[in-house]
């Protein structure tokens, strides 16, 4: 099932630091729910895991993001990933990013992309993974922009030595991101449904207003 994508969102930060963190798989893992970065092939591909927990089920996707295209001078990267599930669910898609300095010195950041996932996670419907990962974008999105914003206001520091490893992340629980995806889905859909009966009512009232003067 093909899932497309098209966010964005702004930082405040120069396109020059904001480019950096974009281009560097190891700083983009960090914000990303579920997702953890296993092995450096080289400085263009990448192999990691995505963990997503659905009710009492933990699906665990391994594969692997190449960076095919990274343009400094337009600013713009693209890369591709494909997984691979232990129940037998795979994950394909590309990501395309473009960076545009505004005249404020805010930069923003235009995510487009479109994934073909199949298993399990895919029963809970089109609609409302379309609608999941658009919660899950907001939730990089407001990690990438702390990291680079804070990284502007404070120097960053070398980890110490002995530090421990990072904690394995936690998996992406679906459950709560499908709640508020039905939740909104329903306001919306009672809000059309207020709007629609409203609008009933205002052009029913001349045919009943004329059949008064009939009388």
């Not at 600013?75 to 037998?88: I, K, M, P, Q, W």
């Not at 936690?170 to 609008?199: C, D, H």
């Amino acid at each position: 099932m093909a899932i497309e994508i098209e966010e964005q969102f702004c930082v405040e930060a120069p396109i020059d630091s904001v480019w950096r963190f974009v281009k560097d798989p190891e700083q983009i893992v960090t914000c990303m729910p579920g997702a953890s970065l296993d092995e450096v092939v080289d400085e263009r591909t990448y192999r990691g895991t995505v963990k997503i927990k659905l009710g009492a089920v933990t699906a665990r996707y391994k594969g692997r993001v190449e960076l095919v295209e990274v343009d400094d001078a337009r600013y713009t990267v693209r890369l591709v990933a494909d997984g691979n599930e232990t129940s037998g669910g795979t994950a394909r898609g590309t990501l395309s990013s473009r960076l545009t300095s505004l005249p404020d010195g805010r930069t923003e950041v235009v995510a487009e992309g479109d994934f073909d996932l199949t298993g399990r996670i895919m029963q809970v419907g089109r609609g409302l993974i379309r609608g999941v990962s658009q919660e899950l974008f907001q939730q990089f999105a407001a990690s990438a922009k702390a990291r680079i914003e804070g990284a502007e206001e404070a120097s960053a520091e070398e980890a110490p030595a002995g530090a421990p490893p990072p904690a394995e992340p936690e998996p992406v629980r679906i459950l709560p991101l499908l709640l508020r995806t039905t939740s909104s889905a329903i306001r919306r859909l009672a809000s059309k449904v207020g709007r629609w009966f409203g609008r009933r009512k205002v052009d029913d009232r001349p045919f009943a207003e004329n059949k008064s003067s009939e009388r």
